[in-house]
């Protein structure tokens, strides 16, 4: 147990010093290495490491070999590397850490029977208010570390003779991952300080690109702001697997089942696992779920995901394709540069977002989507879906796409390939099953998107209802 976080005052301790703190058990708990029969199930508020397990042993390793390789360098040359990265390991939003702060008021309201109960009042809530879904100490070295392999993966590319093209969302702690991140590029590429510190370079906010979702009005209006959008959530809650759950930890807790409800289940789960990920303990939160629960609680944090970011309705995933044109169109000028023997003008972009950037965008690209949708009576049958956000966008989560020019091609179209890696992994294209792609034909698969696509047109309300008469 972390002796560091406990104390008599905690509302006086300050941020800075917490994280001090925070930094110190984080390096002496590393090699425990806590692992919980119930961090497999942890949707978007995973550990980088549950997709990556070979990273608990040593976070600079790049894994075991896979089935698929990155293509050979001798044969082909990287030209462009477009990453898109999910900020690190992250504290709870100030939302969040209100709800728990709720919860463990009513734990303390009275003294109870239940050992549980007992344990969960005396629990230190040492989050405040003001780490409203901050980076973590422990979401840096996601950042760093991450920076590090990338340098090991592809050292051609990013050495430090290269630009490299920095952007990020305007959250704080996208803005922090790419400086992170850079901290972790200098320390790869210039271990002796140098005048052209990476670490110096500027990073462009972005949310346009970024954070799409905001400026698409049509999203915010039918999806977003509406409270009817988000039904089958709403279901799910109320559903039979989730009362079976309220009545269990009611029972455990000695507390009556009305005082809780499915937002407060929700939030006791989340502090399993943020403390999990960002102090590496495993907390007594967590001994009120068993894997079944947890399975259940995925499900819903999975749903939501599904209907807000994912295929339930089409205008999220179209309001991402102003970042998938993006990509294009960089490709296709590092190509015209490449063809007339020019150096390329960004062979390095790099850009920090959220798991509502990536989401969407794989959804445009069709990557893990069932043969039904996720809804709040088929939780059984959707027990193997692909649509699991904790595989797919955990902390620090990341896109790569990376375009390579082939020398000895046979024909122009073979001179210019593609290999798109999420979380380091290779991920086979839909059209093909391979690794790998000819360029023109990963265009020609998605030219409908890349043709038709218009996020202004997508984005617009249907404005035809209210040309209004009254304005005349
Ligand atoms: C809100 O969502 C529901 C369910 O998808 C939909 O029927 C309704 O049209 C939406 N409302 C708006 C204002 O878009
Ligand atoms: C205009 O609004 C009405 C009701 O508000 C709706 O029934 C109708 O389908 C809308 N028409 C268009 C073209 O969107
Ligand atoms: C349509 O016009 C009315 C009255 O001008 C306004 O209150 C309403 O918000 C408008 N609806 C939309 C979808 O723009």
């Given at each position: 147990m972390?002796?560091?976080?406990?104390?008599?005052?905690?509302?006086?301790?300050?941020?800075?010093?917490?994280?001090?703190?925070?930094?110190?058990?984080?390096?002496?708990?590393?090699?425990?290495?806590?692992?919980?029969?119930?961090?497999?199930?942890?949707?978007?508020?995973?550990?980088?490491?549950?997709?990556?397990?070979?990273?608990?042993?040593?976070?600079?390793?790049?894994?075991?070999?896979?089935?698929?390789?990155?293509?050979?360098?001798?044969?082909?040359?990287?030209?462009?590397?477009?990453?898109?990265?999910?900020?690190?390991?992250?504290?709870?939003?100030?939302?969040?850490?209100?709800?728990?702060?709720?919860?463990?008021?009513?734990?303390?309201?009275?003294?109870?029977?239940?050992?549980?109960?007992?344990?969960?009042?005396?629990?230190?809530?040492?989050?405040?208010?003001?780490?409203?879904?901050?980076?973590?100490?422990?979401?840096?070295?996601?950042?760093?570390?991450?920076?590090?392999?990338?340098?090991?993966?592809?050292?051609?590319?990013?050495?430090?003779?290269?630009?490299?093209?920095?952007?990020?969302?305007?959250?704080?702690?996208?803005?922090?991952?790419?400086?992170?991140?850079?901290?972790?590029?200098?320390?790869?590429?210039?271990?002796?300080?140098?005048?052209?510190?990476?670490?110096?370079?500027?990073?462009?906010?972005?949310?346009?690109?970024?954070?799409?979702?905001?400026?698409?009005?049509?999203?915010?209006?039918?999806?977003?702001?509406?409270?009817?959008?988000?039904?089958?959530?709403?279901?799910?809650?109320?559903?039979?697997?989730?009362?079976?759950?309220?009545?269990?930890?009611?029972?455990?807790?000695?507390?009556?089942?009305?005082d809780l409800n499915a937002d407060l289940i929700q939030v006791a789960f989340f502090t399993c696992s943020f403390e999990l990920a960002i102090k590496n303990v495993n907390s007594p939160w967590c001994s009120l779920f068993n894997e079944d629960d947890a399975q259940v609680l995925e499900y819903l944090n999975d749903l939501k995901q599904y209907w807000k970011r994912g295929y339930g309705y089409d205008i999220n995933s179209r309001s991402s394709c102003i970042l998938f044109q993006d990509i294009f169109k960089h490709f296709d000028r590092a190509i015209a540069e490449s063809k007339s023997s020019m150096p390329i003008s960004s062979p390095v972009i790099l850009q920090f977002g959220h798991a509502e950037t990536l989401q969407p965008l794989l959804a445009l690209m069709g990557f893990f989507k069932d043969e039904e949708p996720l809804t709040a009576d088929n939780y059984k049958k959707q027990m193997h879906r692909k649509f699991r956000s904790g595989h797919i966008v955990p902390y620090a989560s990341n896109l790569l796409f990376v375009l390579y020019h082939c020398d000895q091609a046979k024909t122009p179209e073979e001179e210019y390939q593609v290999q798109i890696m999420l979380n380091e992994k290779l991920l086979p294209f839909l059209h093909s099953e391979e690794t790998v792609s000819l360029y023109t034909d990963l265009k020609n698969h998605y030219k409908d998107i890349l043709q038709n696509c218009n996020f202004k047109e997508e984005c617009e309300l249907s404005k035809t209802n209210n040309t209004s008469t009254d304005e005349l």
């Open positions: 972390a002796s560091c976080c406990r104390g008599p005052s905690p509302g006086r301790r300050s941020l800075p010093l917490l994280l001090l703190l925070l930094r110190v058990s984080l390096v002496r708990q590393a090699s425990a290495a806590t692992t919980s029969r119930l961090s497999g199930y942890f949707g978007t508020k995973s550990r980088y490491e549950e997709v990556n397990q070979h990273l608990l042993r040593d976070p600079l390793s790049l894994g075991p070999p896979e089935p698929g390789h990155l293509l050979p360098s001798a044969a082909c040359v990287p030209l462009q590397l477009r990453a898109l990265i999910r900020h690190g390991t992250r504290f709870p939003t100030e939302k969040q850490i209100r709800k728990l702060g709720q919860l463990h008021r009513l734990l303390r309201s009275q003294e109870r029977a239940c050992p549980a109960a007992q344990q969960l009042a005396r629990w230190d809530m040492w989050y405040q208010p003001e780490m409203d879904g901050r980076l973590a100490p422990k979401g840096r070295l996601d950042m760093e570390q991450l920076a590090q392999r990338l340098v090991a993966r592809f050292p051609g590319l990013l050495s430090s003779q290269r630009r490299f093209a920095f952007a990020s969302s305007s959250k704080h702690r996208c803005v922090e991952s790419s400086a992170a991140f850079r901290r972790g590029l200098q320390l790869a590429l210039h271990p002796q300080p140098s005048p052209s510190d990476i670490v110096h370079e500027k990073t462009e906010i972005d949310d346009k690109l970024m954070r799409f979702f905001d400026h698409c009005e049509k999203f915010v209006t039918s999806v977003e702001e509406n409270d009817t959008a988000m039904y089958q959530v709403d279901a799910f809650k109320q559903g039979p697997e989730m009362k079976r759950i309220q009545e269990k930890i009611a029972a455990t807790l000695c507390i009556p089942v009305r």
